[in-house]
C-alpha cells in the first residue's frame, strides 16, 4: 500500500486552466504539506495543514487553495494557471505530536503548463 | 531565521570513492530536527535519515554514515565506496519546533552527486 498517494503524476494543461491534484495519505499522520519543486531542484513549503486546520501558508498566490476534508487528505486546487506554475508539487505528511519518525512524501505531481 | 546551506551544488566521483556531503545549518530553536533526503533521477524523495538536536551521536547505515556537530551546525553525510545507484541529488532539511516537536521542513538547495563507473 502507498502510504501517501498523489494523482496525478503527471499534469500538462494550458495556461488560464484550473486543476487540482489530490493527496492522501493511509499513516494515519495528523499533519500534511504542499511543497514546490521549481526546475532548480529548489524545494519549499507552501501550505501545511494539521487536523484539517491551516497551519501554514507560505507566500503563495492566493491562486493556489489547499483545501483539507479530513486529515487524511489534503488537495491542491490552481486557478488561472500561469507558465510559472510549472513544477513539481510534492504532498508530505508527519506525525508532529509524537516527535517520531520522518516526514513522508509522495511521488510527486510534474504540472506542465504551457 | 532558520536556513539550511549546502555549498556543493554538484560532485562528481569515481565509483569506489569516499564521499562527503556537507551540511550546514541556521536556527534559533534549541529543538530541531535534521534530515537527509535522496532524490534519484526517477524523482521521488527518499528518506535516508533523522536526527533531534540532542543527539549527537553519529550514525552508521551500511555505507551510509552522518556526522552530527552542533558546534559547528553541520550535519554532514558521508558515502563509503560509492556505488553508481548512489547518483542522485541530496538534500538536506531542517525542521522547525513546533509545538514541541517537528514542524515544517526546510531544504537546503541539494547536491547533486554523480557517480561515475
Known amino acids: 500500500d502507498t502510504a501517501v498517494s498523489q494523482t496525478p503524476k503527471y499534469l500538462v494543461t494550458q495556461m488560464g486552466n484550473d486543476k487540482s491534484i489530490k493527496c492522501e495519505q493511509n499513516?494515519?499522520?495528523?499533519?500534511m504539506y504542499w511543497y514546490k519543486q521549481d526546475s532548480k531542484k529548489f524545494l519549499k513549503i507552501m501550505f501545511s495543514y494539521n487536523n484539517k486546520e491551516l497551519i501554514i501558508n507560505e507566500t503563495v498566490p492566493n491562486r493556489f487553495s489547499p483545501k483539507s476534508p479530513d486529515k487524511a487528505h489534503l488537495n491542491l486546487h490552481i486557478n488561472s494557471l500561469e507558465l510559472g506554475d510549472s513544477a513539481v508539487y510534492f504532498c508530505?505528511?508527519?506525525?508532529?505530536?509524537?516527535?517520531?519518525?520522518?516526514?513522508?512524501f509522495g511521488s510527486g505531481t510534474r504540472l506542465t503548463v504551457v | 531565521a532558520q536556513k539550511v546551506t549546502q555549498a556543493q551544488t554538484e560532485i562528481s566521483v569515481v565509483e569506489k570513492e569516499d564521499v562527503t556531503l556537507d551540511c550546514v545549518y541556521e536556527?534559533?530553536?534549541?529543538?530541531?530536527?535534521l534530515f537527509w533526503y535522496k532524490q534519484p533521477p526517477s524523482g521521488e524523495l527518499v528518506f535516508l535519515i533523522r536526527r533531534n538536536s540532542f543527539d549527537e551521536q553519529n550514525e552508521i547505515s551500511g555505507r551510509y554514515s552522518w556526522n552530527f556537530q552542533k558546534s559547528t551546525s553541520s550535519f554532514n553525510f558521508t558515502i563509503t565506496a560509492s556505488q553508481v545507484v548512489d547518483s542522485a541529488v541530496y538534500f538536506c532539511a531542517l525542521s522547525e519546533n513546533y509545538g514541541g516537536s517537528q514542524g515544517n521542513l526546510i531544504f537546503g538547495k541539494g547536491t547533486k552527486l554523480s557517480v561515475k563507473p
Open positions: 499513516l494515519g499522520h495528523d499533519t
Open positions: 536556527t534559533r530553536d534549541t529543538t530541531y530536527y
Open positions: 508530505a505528511s508527519s506525525q508532529v505530536g509524537t516527535g517520531l519518525g520522518g516526514y513522508t
